[in-house]
């Protein structure tokens, strides 16, 4: 039985099965290919039947067991090494067994001498090297990275903090100030929850079934991505013409009290001004979502052309035209939405954390209720730079006054 390598991962001898070389093949019929995965026998990917012959092996395509998710397109090459027999290259993007529990370095190609590669590699019907997709590894990367801020964060808050938290206000610093100020108004509590619920779907669809844990999951992730980009539409037609627009964005005092928090951390005395109505970090973590939400949607909108679905046609040729090779262009798309993707998960993992900070329990309740006190506002926010006195009505004109009663003519006197 001869020794069919996967030459995309970094361990040998991952498959066996009985092959038939490719050139000179004789008959009417294309040679069938069995291989099985030995790492994990739980994985298998079925039978390979052969499609069509070139110098560089035969193309073939998986039948996949039941258990799979996906179809992936897989070609055989020549000799393997070391032990001889046929190898097996990825084609596709698609993950070999990704409804089998296959572990991430299965699904793609190991540069020698690389601690991690940021990409996995396959070859197209020509035996060039292709981009496919992202390497798996960055999903552990970035869940450990949310993780090890956190545990940051956890320590940073008891050792350093104390030191650059600004004076707490006089709580008569304005006998203007309602009793509870308006945070978020019920539409944008609205948005914030529904683009969270699709959220959590997306990573959970997207990323559960890599790491082992089968269930049907295309249709979910879909419809959940485009109640995302449902989402992120509202809210840029809400915050541009409802809400206060420039709130949300860093602007120049943010970075001078950025500043003034990193001067007095280093132990200078220096009076820090209190932010708006959003804290720079806020700032930074909406610039974050804004960017890489915009990139996810658009390479999701896109994908959508790849499988079958009531929304867009079906075309795998859609960059057919692209210099790149349509197969590279593919694989571009896959890995810029991957990227997105894993960003998201450490970005998730620091949200919930923050939000269920015990100081930071105040404007979780805010996303809730809507309000937060006037001693909360007053102790973290600046009134000049978040104005929330009621306005004042404006004053009415004053009515204009009657005009005078003309007197009465004079009466003539008759002659006497």
């Known amino acids: 039985m001869p020794l069919i390598r996967d030459h995309t991962a970094s361990a040998p001898g991952k498959f066996r099965g009985v ?5 000179g093949a004789a008959g009417p019929e294309p040679p069938v290919f069995r291989a099985k995965n030995q790492l994990n026998p739980d994985c298998d990917p079925g039978i390979l039947q052969a499609r069509s012959c ?4 035969w193309a073939v395509r998986v039948a996949p067991p039941p258990a799979a998710i996906a179809r992936p397109v897989h070609r055989i090459g020549e000799a393997g090494r070391g032990e001889g027999g046929l190898r097996i290259t990825h084609r596709h993007m698609d993950p070999l067994c990704i409804g089998g529990g296959a572990p991430p370095s299965m699904n793609g190609s190991h540069h020698e001498g690389a601690i991690m590669d940021l990409f996995q590699y396959g070859t197209d019907p020509w035996g060039q090297e292709i981009i496919i997709r992202l390497a798996w590894g960055l999903l552990t990367l970035s869940f450990w990275a949310g993780i090890g801020f956190v545990v940051f964060h956890a320590v940073y808050a008891v050792v350093w903090k104390p030191r650059v938290e600004p004076e707490e206000a006089s ?16 539409a944008a509590r609205m948005f914030h929850w529904v683009m969270a619920a699709a959220m959590i779907a997306l990573l959970i669809t997207g990323f559960f079934p890599i ?3 089968e269930f049907s999951w295309l249709t979910i992730h879909w419809v959940s991505g485009l109640i995302l980009i449902l989402c992120i539409v509202y809210h840029i037609v809400h ?3 409802f809400l206060d627009f420039w709130s949300i964005w860093i602007l120049p005092r ?18 820090i001004d209190k932010h708006g109505k959003y804290p720079l970090d806020h700032k930074l973590y909406h610039l974050a979502v804004t960017i890489f939400g915009l990139v996810v949607s658009v390479t999701g909108l896109v994908m959508m052309f790849k499988i079958d679905n009531p929304i867009v046609p079906m075309n795998e040729m859609l960059f057919s035209g692209a210099a790149m090779g349509n197969d590279q262009a593919w694989g571009i798309v896959y890995a810029t939405h991957g990227f997105s993707a894993v960003l998201f998960v450490m970005l998730t993992i620091t949200h919930i954390y923050f939000a269920i900070r015990p100081e930071k329990l105040w404007i979780t309740k805010s996303m809730v209720f809507g309000t937060v006190s006037r001693e909360d506002y007053l102790a973290h926010h600046s009134p000049q730079r978040w104005d929330v006195t009621p306005p004042k009505p404006k004053a009415k004109p004053p009515a204009p006054a009657p005009a005078a009663a003309a007197p009465p003519p004079a009466q003539s006197q008759p002659a006497s």
């Open 19 to 23: 092959a038939r070389p490719c050139a």
């Open 211 to 213: 790491v082992g844990l």
């Open 171 to 186: 709580a008569a610093a304005d006998a203007a100030i309602p009793e509870k100020i308006v945070r978020h108004t019920g």
């Open 239 to 241: 915050a541009s013409f």
């Open 54 to 57: 070139s110098a560089s092996g």
């Open 254 to 271: 943010d970075l001078k009290e950025a500043v003034q928090r990193t001067q007095r951390q280093l132990g200078a005395t220096v009076a």
